[in-house]
């Protein structure tokens, strides 16, 4: 199994989810007890719902044309796909297309401002989920949301400077471009200069999905605001993730 969808992400040219399995101990099977696993550690389910989202009725400002054109030159094309199959290098190929890009900012415009409708968010909410078997017994999720979402998120983040600042300086996932990469590095360099100290490394079991909702929103109305309408389209909902069962059939677990 983790053979076939090795080759299967080469194959659409997902270099770095294919190099992730390859370091795993291999893809969970498509079974009952790997199913009813995910679903034990999807924490925030229904119960967790906000009340539900008011669509705005006038338009927002939507996204900065410059930021989501840097947004998207510098995303990662070869990025697993969400469950609609579209990529990163999929909407690149739109670049060459001064309409197409056009289209493109018109539809990141709505994502960004949360005018879109309930069946489109429905859509762009679905995450497909990767059960990854880990060292020491159990699984391990690996979520590959729609790149519409991300990208719209990507070019926000990018203009907004002030919800870069609002998450502090010393943190390497918001606005930090390579920012993995740089921690690493970092690390590294510092463990070598200082080979007499310890260095802990904190694992949060299932950290993402056990983050409060509404501290998130109330978060982002004091500190950054502009992201607030793409914030309460997605988390005004339950999450709603994809697994690709026996049958080889996507099921859906919230």
């Given at each position: 199994a983790l053979a076939n969808e090795v080759q299967r992400r080469v194959h659409k040219a997902a270099w770095r989810s294919a190099a992730s399995l390859l370091q795993s101990r291999g893809v969970a099977p498509p079974t009952k007890a790997t199913r009813d696993a995910l679903q034990r550690k999807l924490v925030g389910g229904p119960g967790d719902l906000l009340p539900p989202r008011?669509?705005?009725?006038?338009?927002?400002?939507?996204v900065n044309r410059d930021a989501l054109f840097k947004a998207l030159s510098s995303a990662p094309s070869a990025s697993a796909p969400g469950p609609t199959g579209w990529r990163f290098a999929h909407i690149q190929a739109f670049?060459?297309?001064?309409?197409?890009?056009?289209?493109?900012?018109?539809?990141?415009?709505r994502i960004a401002d949360g005018d879109v409708p309930e069946s489109t968010v429905d859509l762009l909410a679905l995450t497909k989920l990767t059960p990854l078997l880990k060292d020491g017994g159990g699984?391990?999720?690996?979520?590959?949301?729609?790149?519409?979402?991300?990208?719209?998120?990507?070019?926000l983040v990018r203009h907004k400077t002030t919800s870069v600042a609002a998450v502090g300086?010393?943190?390497?996932?918001?606005?930090?471009?390579?920012?993995?990469?740089?921690?690493?590095?970092?690390?590294?360099?510092?463990?070598?200069?200082?080979?007499?100290?310890?260095?802990?490394?904190?694992?949060?079991?299932?950290?993402?999905?056990?983050?409060?909702?509404?501290a998130v929103l109330d978060a982002l109305a004091e500190y950054a605001p502009a992201l607030?309408?793409?914030?309460?389209?997605?988390?005004?909902?339950?999450?709603?993730?994809?697994?690709?069962?026996?049958?080889?059939l996507g099921e859906i677990l919230e």
């Open positions: 008011v669509r705005p009725a006038s338009t927002g400002s939507g670049k060459a297309h001064p309409r197409a890009l056009a289209w493109v900012g018109g539809l990141c415009d699984i391990r999720p690996v979520a590959e949301g729609e790149c519409w979402r991300k990208l719209t998120a990507r070019a300086s010393h943190q390497y996932g918001a606005g930090r471009p390579g920012g993995a990469e740089t921690l690493v590095h970092a690390v590294q360099v510092g463990s070598e200069a200082r080979p007499g100290h310890a260095w802990v490394q904190l694992d949060v079991a299932n950290a993402f999905p056990s983050v409060s909702r509404r607030l309408p793409l914030a309460e389209t997605f988390l005004r909902r339950a999450s709603s993730f994809v697994f690709q069962g026996a049958g080889g």
